[in-house]
């Protein structure tokens, strides 16, 4: 999916979703949570976008702050109404 977005070309989805994904140096993780997430969402049929937002300091890992910039990113973009949180080491089968 080009840009981390995928829209269905057989129906029209009833919402649109943004999916904040907060990162720091997990690639393996985050190859496998794209490949996975694109695999399942893709075959719902679901209007999504999805953000993976890095923290790019050697501070501690700031899950919070990285989701709050996260929201604040999607929504300057789009008017999403459903926001899933997640983690990338949490893999979607289903």
């Given at each position: 999916?080009?840009?981390?977005?995928?829209?269905?070309?057989?129906?029209?989805?009833?919402?649109?979703?943004?999916?904040?994904i907060?990162?720091?140096?997990?690639?393996?993780?985050?190859?496998?949570?794209?490949?996975?997430?694109?695999?399942?969402?893709?075959?719902q049929?679901?209007?999504?976008?999805?953000?993976?937002?890095?923290?790019?300091?050697?501070?501690?890992?700031?899950?919070?702050?990285?989701?709050?910039?996260?929201?604040?990113?999607?929504?300057?973009?789009?008017?999403?109404?459903?926001?899933?949180?997640?983690?990338?080491?949490?893999?979607?089968?289903?």
């Amino acid at each position: 999916m080009p840009g981390g977005h995928f829209r269905p070309k057989e129906c029209t989805s009833r919402h649109r979703v943004a999916i904040l994904i907060p990162y720091r140096n997990r690639e393996d993780n985050l190859k496998v949570f794209i490949y996975n997430i694109h695999r399942v969402l893709a075959r719902q049929q679901i209007d999504y976008s999805v953000f993976v937002i890095e923290q790019g300091d050697t501070k501690d890992f700031n899950r919070a702050k990285l989701l709050n910039v996260g929201f604040l990113q999607s929504t300057a973009l789009y008017d999403y109404r459903c926001f899933v949180f997640h983690d990338v080491d949490l893999v979607p089968v289903d």
